[in-house]
Every structure is written in C-alpha cells, then in structure tokens.
C-alpha cells in the first residue's frame, strides 16, 4: 500500500521560507508517473502549486514561480518542495500526491502553512 505522509509545515513571517517534505512508503518514487504539490486555502479549492514528472521536468502556477522549488530525491524516497519569499497568501494546508498511472493517485494527509506576522 502505497502512502505520503507531509511534514516541514509551520508558521513563518513574511518573507521567510520553508521546505516541504513528502515521504514515501509502499512504492518506489521513480516508478510514480509523476507528483506534485498542492494547496487549499480555507473557502478556496484545492489548487496544484507545482509538479515534477517522472524525468524530473517539472511546472510550476504562476504565483509560484521563482519562488518555489519542487525537487525529488529517488535514494530517500522524499518529494521535496522549498519555498522562498513566502507571503499571507501562500498560507494555505499543502497536500502532497503522486499519480501512479492508470487513473490511480495517493494523496497525502497535508500540512500546515501559516504566513503571518
């Protein structure tokens, strides 16, 4: 059974930065078709903040680029997102998944980001 448990959530000023981590059980990563990140702010949907496919391309939202970074290391199993810069509106719970092909995804059970004075 293939699960993501999230970590590195927690509350930052303005400015400050955090790294995400997604780590793996059950499954290699560099047999996922590809994973991402995504947030969901109170009130708001779920959106995709960025995605690294299986050769490791990756995509980024537009509020996302240049500040943030998603990264794989297939050695510690671990899905990594870094962001930098951070601003209130990037609080939000974040949600790691991976889609494994064949219309299957796993998400994990997300974790808090606070930005906040």
């Known amino acids: 059974q293939v699960q993501l448990v999230e970590s590195g959530g927690g509350l930052v000023q303005p400015g400050g930065s955090l790294r995400l981590s997604c780590t793996v059980s059950?499954?290699?990563?560099?047999?996922?078709?590809?994973m991402g990140w995504h947030r969901q702010a109170p009130g708001k949907q779920r959106e995709l903040v960025a995605g690294?496919?299986?050769?490791?391309?990756?995509s980024y939202r537009d509020s996302a680029k240049g500040r943030f970074t998603i990264s794989r290391d297939n050695t510690k199993n671990t899905l990594y997102l870094e962001m930098n810069s951070l601003k209130p509106e990037d609080t939000a719970v974040y949600y790691c998944?991976?889609?494994?092909?064949?219309?299957?995804?796993?998400w994990g059970q997300g974790t808090q980001v606070t930005i906040s004075e």
């Open positions: 690294i496919s299986r050769d490791k391309s990756t």
């Open positions: 998944n991976s889609y494994l092909g064949s219309a299957r995804y796993v």
């Open positions: 059950g499954r290699d990563i560099s047999s996922f078709v590809s």
